[in-house]
């Protein structure tokens, strides 16, 4: 790969692949890809840094030999603007579009997924709303500005208002928090607490249409 050579951050939410690295991969491989990490950590009881970061991509490897990727992360993706990331010298990824402001309906409306098979979880810790899609092996971990709960109650508003409204309520008030990137298809978001409601994606978008929106005003 060379310097003049771009990856597609569309590519990467619809396949886990971001250019050279893939989930599969090892950390040796990913040391010959990407070279030096811009910084690492390492567990205490660890004798390799098994968590490596590239500015704001970083990925967590086992802690076994071959040290194989656990998984990578697009890691405070709301501050994704403009028409490139650069991550290394050698590893620049165009937006394609989309930013760190794209809505889950505008994420599920691209032709990214099929919305059959993509999950959509909702839920509140504390007074804060939280949307999680998980395509494949692509997991986006959504923020949601909560502010317009007039109690701040987000667990109350999460579990007694109409699905219908939550949607409609939340879709405009979002931003990316991590975009993850696993070696299965089984996609994860981390922590499930607090996640109350799962629809497909499918689902999600007929509860955004204006149609459903006003019938349930």
């Not at 567990?43 to 098994?50: E, K, L, Q, W």
């Not at 810790?125 to 092996?137: E, K, M, P, W």
Request: overall charge negative.
């Amino acid at each position: 790969m060379t310097i003049h050579e771009l990856v597609s951050f569309r590519e990467f939410l619809r396949t886990g692949t971001l250019g050279p690295i893939t989930p599969e991969m090892c950390l040796f491989d990913v040391a010959k890809s990407l070279s030096v990490p811009t910084y690492f950590y390492t567990d205490n009881t660890a004798n390799v840094p098994t968590y490596w970061c590239y500015k704001n991509l970083e990925l967590q490897f086992e802690f076994d030999p071959p040290h194989k990727i656990d998984f990578f992360q697009i890691e405070n993706a709301g501050y994704l603007k403009g028409e490139y990331e650069v991550f290394t010298e050698n590893l620049i990824m165009t937006l394609d579009g989309f930013d760190g402001d794209t809505k889950p309906s505008q994420f599920l409306s691209a032709d990214l997924w099929d919305p059959d098979t993509v999950v959509v979880s909702i839920g509140a810790l504390a007074d804060d709303v939280h949307l999680n899609i998980a395509a494949g092996r692509i997991a986006i971990s959504i923020d949601v500005d909560s502010k317009f709960i007039e109690d701040e109650d987000a667990v109350r508003y999460v579990e007694s208002t109409d699905l219908a409204r939550i949607v409609a309520d939340i879709d405009g008030r979002t931003s990316l928090n991590g975009i993850f990137a696993f070696p299965d298809s089984a996609a994860r978001t981390g922590s499930t607490i607090g996640h109350r409601h799962r629809l497909s994606g499918r689902e999600y978008l007929s509860l955004i249409t204006a149609d459903a929106v006003i019938a349930r005003t």
